[in-house]
């Protein structure tokens, strides 16, 4: 007859079916009583490991009977975590408690610290191989002695297929890592299935590969990835075929998981590598393209020349500079008037100019001309150069000298028809390169002679500005860059002081400390006066002198809330100054970026000017309240 269902019995089942066991220890007669299911997860403990947790349950404080104790047990399958947790009676000399299957949790709890793990490799860069391996180091803490490999099939010549393991012998790896054609799944998997029709030389020495290491199944997993479904297979390697348990496919999801997200980091990896190789090659094509463009306008008869948007000419080729008598250091950088056109030659090109920027339409006429090839009449046409935002960006310009009217009319048409082809070439390459460094050269070309003079300055202002980030960059948080450094950093790039001996002079307190905000402009605006100075002036001849003087002015002197700094930069000797110095080196971007970035930027007050034999430069600016108290 079956046994009455009694509500003991009921809870029993209950618990039964939940995994959780209920047991009863007696301490004086030492029995341990409990459900089956107790007396099966506590049968799976190890015996020491379960005196253990007795000797810490008996020795527990009075006044802390419960306890929670944490251990682990086996099924027979695979390894598990009980939690014994309870309560002990002092009073009837029992401990009573349960046990609960603790296994999904810790092993949830393995897998996030796992996949925390892995994600913090990957943040790190490190290269993908590498982390496949980290992976399987994984696999092996989450399923001891669970062998396993990933495999990437080859792709095309920058995506190489490899092995990757920790736990597996190189041998295997090796074959992984060369395998001619990629292979099959079927090619994989051992032993092999029905599917596999004849074995290939590969799979031969696969399968004696594994079997020689004791490994005498493998089970291929796709790695899951959309856009390729079937290039990463993980190999998990048993020591005989089998089918793998419900902990073994949850750690393979979660492996094949992440390295999904391995591979994809690998192919943006590339695809940024071929991106920027491909921004390399259009670049050095654009070069290439600028030599070929300047090597055929020069080798022209017809004058080819470009005007910025301040009418002065930023290109003449040969033929222009011929005809001028002038180089392009001479010609470069001015407008007609100051190559010496009549005045009413430079105004009708200036309004012409005006009128193409304004219609975005090219304009063209005759003119007479009168230079070193005596008095010629010329035909011309400027054309707008459009950039990125449809704006005209400069005008470009041909001359043909049609004083003898004999010329060949088709030559003429052919020619105008290659030149405007190359115009097109030259704007659609202009406004490639133009749309990525326009924001910080745009004044740089402005008041350049050529792409070479272009490239130098551009080149030295990008200097200037990293030296003094990198003096910025050395200071601690409550430091100061001190201006005596910042100005002898700036002359050392430009020349090597003890080649000029006495011929610098530079006068001043040290360590007076400048504040964070003045360091950049302050370090530009030296850069253009040393600049200048080597180029032009006191430290371009014999007998020149430079002189910087500095010190602080209390604040009642410089009509200021605080004290000031003031620098004095004056250059003396300069014997070959032209009547006007300014229409050399006092109209370009150095000299604005001084009169009026330093006020604008720094609140500095500039005075600039030129005395008889060189510059004269004043520059008054807030400094740090760390100089200021130093100075006190």
């Known amino acids: 007859?079956?046994?009455?269902?009694?509500?003991?019995?009921?809870?029993?089942?209950?618990?039964?079916?939940?995994?959780?066991?209920?047991?009863?220890?007696?301490?004086?007669?030492?029995?341990?009583?409990?459900?089956?299911?107790?007396?099966?997860?506590?049968?799976?403990?190890?015996?020491?490991?379960?005196?253990?947790?007795?000797?810490?349950?008996?020795?527990?404080?009075?006044?802390?009977?419960?306890?929670?104790?944490?251990?682990?047990?086996?099924?027979?399958?695979?390894?598990?975590?009980?939690?014994?947790?309870?309560?002990?009676?002092?009073?009837?000399?029992?401990?009573?408690?349960?046990?609960?299957?603790?296994?999904?949790?810790?092993?949830?709890?393995?897998?996030?610290?796992?996949?925390?793990?892995?994600?913090?490799?990957?943040?790190?860069?490190?290269?993908?191989?590498?982390?496949?391996?980290v992976l399987t180091e994984a696999i092996e803490r989450l399923k001891p002695g669970l062998r396993s490999a990933f495999f990437v099939t080859p792709g095309d010549r920058q995506r190489p297929g490899y092995g990757s393991s920790c736990n597996v012998h190189p041998t295997i790896t090796a074959l992984l890592e060369h395998p001619g054609a990629a292979p099959r799944p079927t090619d994989l998997e051992l032993p092999g299935g029905s599917e596999v029709a004849t074995d290939t030389q590969w799979r031969t020495n696969w399968q004696a590969a594994c079997g020689q290491h004791d490994l005498s199944a493998c089970r291929p997993i796709a790695v899951p990835r959309q856009a390729h479904p079937e290039r990463a297979w993980l190999l998990l390697f048993l020591s005989a075929p089998r089918t793998l348990t419900g902990w073994e496919q949850e750690v393979a999801s979660f492996a094949t998981r992440i390295a999904a997200l391995v591979l994809d980091r690998e192919d943006q990896q590339i695809a940024l590598q071929q991106a920027a190789d491909a921004v390399g090659s259009a670049l050095h094509d654009t070069e290439r393209e600028r030599r070929r463009l300047k090597a055929f306008l020069d080798s022209s008869p017809d004058l080819a020349y470009v005007f910025n948007l301040e009418h002065r000419f930023t290109y003449a080729n040969r033929a222009l500079l011929r005809m001028w008598g002038k180089t392009e250091e001479e010609a470069l950088g001015r407008n007609c008037l100051e190559l010496g056109y009549p005045d009413w030659h430079a105004a009708m090109h200036s309004r012409e100019i005006e009128q193409v920027i304004a219609t975005r339409r090219p304009i063209r006429g005759d003119v007479p001309f009168e230079g070193p090839l005596g008095r010629r009449m010329y035909d011309y046409i400027f054309v707008p150069q459009l950039g990125l935002d449809g704006e005209v960006e400069a005008i470009i310009g041909t001359t043909r000298d049609v004083t003898e009217r004999s010329e060949h009319e088709e030559e003429r048409a052919r020619n105008e028809s290659l030149l405007r082809m190359l115009v097109d070439e030259l704007q659609h390459r202009t406004r490639n390169i133009m749309s990525v460094v326009r924001a910080m050269a745009s004044r740089t070309l402005a008041t350049s002679r050529d792409m070479a003079d272009f490239s130098s300055r551009f080149d030295a202002r990008l200097d200037a500005l990293a030296r003094a980030q990198s003096l910025l960059s050395r200071l601690g948080e409550l430091d100061r860059v001190q201006f005596d450094a910042l100005l002898r950093a700036e002359l050392s790039a430009h020349v090597d002081p003890a080649l000029h001996g006495t011929q610098i002079v530079l006068e001043g307190p040290p360590e007076v400390a400048l504040r964070s905000g003045t360091v950049q402009p302050l370090a530009m605006a030296l850069h253009e006066l040393a600049t200048n100075a080597v180029k032009y002036g006191a430290l371009r001849q014999q007998g020149g002198r430079l002189h910087v003087r500095w010190n602080l002015v209390d604040a009642e002197a410089s009509d200021a809330a605080s004290p000031r700094l003031r620098v004095d930069w004056q250059e003396h000797g300069v014997r070959d100054l032209p009547p006007d110095p300014s229409s050399i080196r006092g109209g370009g971007a150095g000299r604005e970026l001084i009169e009026r970035a330093l006020p604008y930027q720094i609140g500095a007050k500039v005075d600039y000017g030129f005395a008889d034999d060189g510059l004269r430069c004043s520059i008054l600016l807030a400094v740090s309240e760390q100089a200021v108290a130093l100075a006190s």
Do not use: K, N, Y
């Open 1 to 133: 007859m079956p046994p009455v269902l009694t509500d003991a019995l009921a809870i029993d089942a209950i618990l039964d079916d939940t995994r959780v066991g209920v047991w009863q220890f007696d301490i004086s007669t030492r029995q341990l009583s409990g459900s089956d299911m107790a007396s099966a997860q506590l049968a799976g403990i190890g015996a020491h490991t379960l005196r253990s947790a007795w000797r810490r349950i008996l020795r527990q404080e009075p006044d802390q009977p419960v306890f929670e104790i944490e251990l682990p047990w086996t099924d027979g399958i695979s390894r598990r975590w009980l939690m014994l947790r309870g309560r002990h009676d002092r009073a009837l000399g029992q401990v009573r408690g349960m046990c609960v299957d603790m296994t999904r949790r810790v092993r949830a709890e393995q897998l996030v610290r796992e996949q925390a793990m892995l994600l913090d490799t990957l943040a790190r860069g490190t290269p993908p191989r590498e982390c496949l391996r």
